[in-house]
């Protein structure tokens, strides 16, 4: 039997949705000025485009998060023309966009193979240069996930998710038609007193078995990806999908769609999420929740209602769970004010550390002041 109670305090954070990476082009090969031979140019830097690839990969592939393209070779008696610098590819995940440090966009990666050059490598040493090559353009990039939403409903059919949207939305659903996919999800917006708006995507209602492709599968995972933060629904009474498939209590199906997830990419199960058991206005809805909180405490004395193969690996820890009625409106502001404090939380966590980022680079670049060049020309390696 698997055991959930030890692996149920996750960190958020290992989910990865933006990189900063260091970037060099290759220096050039020296040229020979006795017989005017010419040095190799230095390979470049290449972001391309590539199926099952995350964010998180990179990271934890390449934890330096430095890309460098191959010296050009010097020229030779054997070979006055020096061989060019192999490039460097990085290999990126598909739907993010590049940009440079200052937020300038370089480009999109929106399908497979899509390839992107980010810094050229130096030109080798010729007759113009005196025979000296040139070093590559260096600079930080920053490869994002383009977000389609701040959060993303995630539920099985008739779990009510259509109508808490636009419980929360006061507005029908808009239809948004992004490039990078063929399918098309609902955006709602959350209008707050002061203005704020929160955008919010009723994804497709995901069956079981969706990470293999059944109904709508890796399209509705893949939008999952590209919002900040999830919001499971669930029916508090729990669902059947159709008489020949099995009934699912709500806290079975709090298990399956985190299992769903899991299998698709482990990495999505550690968004910050939140936890909606909606139909409170049916009979014995406050004895099924208290069933319900009590199950997600101790999952593992519960764990033997599911096949061990349908049990994640490890459960989702909810920053809020919050009962609600969407035909009625119960519950649906309480919601609203849950989904802000999250959602202000992950920010004010972002922007503390782009401010150490900076103030680290700052602190850099002021060690030694008379050689500042090199110091930062050593600190942007470091």
């Known amino acids: 039997m ?3 109670s030890r692996i149920c305090f996750r960190k958020y954070g290992n989910f990865v949705d933006n990189l900063r990476l260091y970037v060099r082009g290759g220096s050039g090969g020296m040229g020979l000025p006795r017989l005017g031979g010419q040095g190799g140019k230095g390979g470049d830097v290449w972001v391309v485009a590539t199926k099952n690839m995350t964010l998180k990969r990179i990271k934890d592939k390449y934890p330096q998060k430095r890309f460098i393209g191959e010296a050009g070779a010097n020229s030779s008696v054997r070979a006055l023309k020096g061989e060019k610098g192999k490039d460097m590819e990085i290999l990126a995940p598909i739907g993010i966009t590049v940009t440079t440090d200052d937020g300038k966009i370089v480009g999109d990666m929106n399908t497979e193979g899509d390839r992107l050059m980010v810094v050229k490598g130096g030109p080798g040493g010729t007759f113009h240069s005196a025979f000296e090559p040139s070093k590559g353009q260096t600079k930080h990039i ?15 059919p008739n779990a ?8 929360m939305s006061n507005a029908t659903p808009q239809i948004a038609n992004y490039s990078f996919t063929t399918l098309k999800p609902e955006i709602g917006k959350v209008m707050y007193e002061d ?7 009723d994804l497709p ?31 508090v009474c729990g669902f059947q999908l159709a008489s020949k498939t099995p009934f699912r209590s709500p806290f079975e199906a709090v298990l399956l769609l985190t299992k769903e997830l899991e299998l698709y990419k482990e990495e999505l199960v550690s968004k910050p999420a939140l936890l909606v058991v909606n139909k409170m206005d049916l009979p014995d809805a406050e004895d099924k929740l208290a069933e319900l909180k009590e199950q997600l405490q101790n999952p593992d004395e519960f764990s033997h209602l599911l096949p061990d193969d349908m049990i994640p690996k490890s459960c989702i820890t909810f920053r809020h769970i ?24 992950d920010s004010t966590m972002a922007t503390k550390a782009i401010h150490q980022d900076r ?22 390696e470091d």
């Open 142 to 156: 920053r490869l994002d996930l383009k977000l389609i939403a701040d959060l993303g409903l995630v539920g099985f």
């Open 160 to 167: 009510g998710k259509s109508s808490l949207l636009t419980a």
């Open 195 to 201: 203005y704020k708006q929160i955008s919010v995507a």
């Open 322 to 345: 919050v009962p609600v009625s969407a035909s009625t409106g119960f519950g649906v502001d309480r919601l609203k004010r849950c989904i802000r404090e999250s959602l202000d939380e």
């Open 359 to 380: 103030l680290q680079a700052l602190r850099c670049h002021s060690h030694h002041p008379t050689v500042r060049r090199q110091t930062q020309q050593i600190c942007l």
């Open 205 to 235: 209602g995901l069956i079981e078995g969706a990470h293999i492709n059944k109904g709508m599968g890796h399209k509705f995972l893949k939008h999952v990806e590209r919002t900040k933060q999830l919001l499971f629904v669930v029916d």
């Open 2 to 4: 698997v055991q959930l």
